[in-house]
């Protein structure tokens, strides 16, 4: 089955090619980082603007790359929402002509499940190989996931595709957003998390040792970052903006105390929970430093860590194709009525959610 996933939530215009929800044909990013660097981050009406622009382009270089046409297309999946509405509308109103145009099934599916989904998808680049699908393992169900992106930082139980629990979230900011934020402090630019990332791995991580410690209580699953944002604040009032291998130790502080909590946490809750495999999952999960922390932790405790490649972390459309696939396959379709929807909740069966409605 191969289905065409689109996705313009924030400010990546993207289509895929995905068969049968694990081999990606093809796999096509337009990112607007550079149009909204100036301003310091994601101006909404000028996401909206650039979708409009570029989503036609994307989508046949999406059809070219898996060397297919719309005839050969079996189904349509598109992110519905969580994101900036004016952004999630283009993809959504693309993909329901097509649906009508070429009578296909059409199904809406939610960002962060999306993410979820990622893990399921064979190799590295922008399509897979027979060597890669051959090789390639999931988690099976249930598995924990540490779903950190831009907007969202959440430990989820996956129970099943499409059927999810959240057992911890960000109090505050998201932990990418707090990435950001410092990076904007730094003077590090937009969206920061990369380049804090690539500058801390020749940084001292004990350069700033007296960083809060958000919810220092063991059980607690939540997170928290805003601390530890107004604490850098601080710092670099008082301090100023730091210059060449002191900016990389303040990056790698930073960073380690992100990385930490959000290691510290996923540890507990699969304590707590018995899970013997934890996705690690967002734009975030492509930061070099958790993912090695997070494995470390793994081969402690004793979990199997599953982590997709960085370009499947952050945003992407293989990952909607890849979830939609699921969806379509239990026979899910969504009306021609299908609306956008800035704010959604997290798709579980016990409440009846993940409708197309
Ligand atoms: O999932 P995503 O692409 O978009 C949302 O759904 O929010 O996540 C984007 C976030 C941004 O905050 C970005 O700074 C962060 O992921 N990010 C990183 C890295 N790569 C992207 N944060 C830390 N280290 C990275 N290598
Ligand atoms: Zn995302």
Not at 15 to 30: L, M, P, Q
Not at 328 to 343: F, K, N, Q, S
Request: net charge negative; aromatic share 4%.
């Amino acid at each position: 089955m191969l289905v065409l996933g689109l996705e313009s939530s924030c400010d990546e215009t993207a289509a895929a090619v995905v068969e049968d929800g694990v081999r990606v044909r093809s796999d096509v990013i337009s990112s607007q980082a550079e149009v909204h660097a100036r301003f310091g981050g994601v101006v909404p009406e000028l996401a909206s603007r650039h979708h409009v622009v570029n989503v036609m382009p994307v989508l046949q270089s999406a059809l070219d790359e898996a060397g297919v046409t719309l005839d050969q297309i079996d189904g349509i999946a598109v992110t519905r929402g969580p994101g900036l509405v004016g952004a999630l509308l283009v993809a959504v109103q693309v993909a329901k002509s097509i649906a009508y145009a070429r009578h296909l099934p059409i199904v809406g599916v939610h960002h962060h499940e999306g993410h979820l989904s990622a893990v399921h998808l064979a190799g590295a680049g922008r399509s897979s190989t027979d060597a890669e699908v051959a090789a390639h393992r999931s988690p099976g169900f249930p598995h924990l996931a540490l779903l950190v992106s831009g907007g969202h930082t959440s430990l989820i139980e996956v129970r099943d595709h499409g059927d999810y629990r959240e057992l911890g979230r960000t109090l505050d900011d998201a932990a990418g957003e707090a990435f950001d934020k410092v990076a904007k402090l730094l003077g590090l630019g937009y969206p920061g998390g990369a380049v804090i990332d690539r500058l801390a791995k020749t940084g001292d991580i004990d350069f700033l040792k007296k960083m809060p410690k958000p919810l220092p209580r063991k059980e607690d699953v939540n997170f928290s970052f805003s601390g530890m944002k107004t604490w850098m604040l601080n710092w670099v009032q008082q301090n100023g903006v730091p210059t060449e291998q002191k900016m990389n130790d303040v990056c790698a502080s930073f960073q380690h105390a992100v990385v930490t909590s959000l290691v510290s946490k996923t540890r507990e809750a699969v304590r707590q929970s018995s899970v013997q495999e934890v996705q690690l999952s967002g734009g975030v999960a492509a930061n070099s430093h958790l993912r090695a922390e997070l494995r470390k932790a793994g081969q402690e405790d004793g979990f199997e860590v599953f982590v997709p490649p960085p370009r499947r972390c952050t945003d992407n459309a293989s990952m909607i194709a890849a979830a939609g696939y699921h969806r379509l396959v239990r026979g899910e379709r969504a009306p021609l009525d299908l609306r956008a929807i800035a704010t959604l909740p997290l798709p579980s069966r016990d409440a009846r959610d993940g409708s197309p409605a």
